[in-house]
């Protein structure tokens, strides 16, 4: 499920997805300028609706 997640975060140009040829295949990924907005907006509209802090499972 990660997988298919990260695959389509790429996709849509979010993060970077860079796969290395080694044993095991190397994948790193991080955040594009426009995906650190998402995130950094999506947080900050968490924090203005005074919504709980997430709880773990």
Known sequence: ???RTLRSLARD???PRT???TVPVT???GLIDL???AAYDGAS???E???PAP???
């Open 45 to 47: 509209a968490w924090t």
């Open 35 to 37: 995906g650190r907005r």
């Open 27 to 29: 994948v790193p990924h």
């Open 49 to 51: 609706r005074g919504s």
């Open 19 to 21: 796969v290395t040829p």
């Open 13 to 15: 140009g979010l993060i």
């Open 55 to 57: 709880r773990g499972r």
């Open 1 to 3: 499920m990660l997988t």
